[in-house]
């Protein structure tokens, strides 16, 4: 069975702007959350999506946001990028009938 | 106060210890909790996933729950050189549809062959 997968991997990007990132989940999971990263705070919530609503919400702004689709891939959107949105960026999915999350490996994203 | 704590260490061990790792919660409304394994510039792996009090074991990792402490503990057993990563700690509550998962910050294991 494939992994979760996420695109792209690396993404450099000047502030401002903004970024889209994409997670495919295991196949047969609905469940999709998305956490970011940081050395000083560790994993932070940021929302989850489930049968293409989102079910919770983490403490971001609303800079940050997100939707799933029909097939239960995923997209985040960050937009008018700060300094301080440098981070990796993790999806993971879980199943109806697990509490279990399986992470992807994440994109990193850098904001000059 | 954090919901989890953690210490994120570094903690640097010979090769063949015994590791020790833990994590205390304030949410008794906890229900499962996990350890997940964190290699540098990787997403998490999971590695145990309980949701009782008690011992899981499985190889040379094992798990413990002490829901009347809030304490939960991950034991590396022969610890290798392959097992030098972080080692994040997480709680949950609710199910696939509508879960929170809380992490810790991790702690970071050094294993010196």
């Known amino acids: 069975k494939a992994g979760v997968t996420q695109t792209p991997r690396y993404l450099i990007k000047t502030r401002g702007q903004q970024v889209t990132l994409s997670c495919s989940p295991i196949?047969?999971?609905?469940?999709v959350s998305w956490y970011q990263q940081t050395p000083g705070q560790g994993l932070q919530f940021l929302f989850e999506?489930?049968?293409?609503?989102?079910?919770n919400k983490g403490n971001f702004p609303g800079r940050f946001s997100g939707r799933q689709f029909s097939n239960s891939r995923s997209e985040m959107n960050v937009s008018t990028l700060e300094l301080g949105d440098s981070a990796l960026y993790l999806c993971?999915?879980?199943?109806?009938?697990?509490?279990?999350?399986?992470f992807g490996p994440g994109t990193r994203l850098t904001v000059l | 106060q954090k919901e989890v704590e953690q210490d994120p260490g570094p903690l640097s061990v010979p090769e063949g210890a015994i590791v020790s790792l833990n994590c205390t919660y304030s949410?008794?409304?906890?229900?499962?909790f996990m350890w997940y394994r964190q290699y540098s510039r990787k997403g998490p792996e999971l590695l145990m996933y309980?949701?009782?009090?008690g011992n899981k074991e499985d190889g040379r990792f094992t798990a413990q729950v002490d829901k009347s402490s809030k304490y939960i503990s991950l034991f590396i057993r022969d610890s290798q050189p392959s097992d030098s990563a972080t080692y994040l700690c997480?709680?949950?509550?609710?199910?696939?549809?509508?879960?929170?998962?809380?992490f810790g910050i991790g702690t970071k294991l050094q294993v010196i062959p």
């Open positions: 997480a709680m949950g509550i609710g199910s696939g549809g509508y879960q929170k998962v809380t």
């Open positions: 999506y489930f049968s293409e609503t989102q079910r």
């Open positions: 993971a999915s879980s199943s109806v009938r697990s509490n279990e999350q399986f």
């Open positions: 949410n008794s409304a906890f229900q499962y």
């Open positions: 309980t949701y009782s009090s």
């Open positions: 196949s047969g999971h609905r469940s």
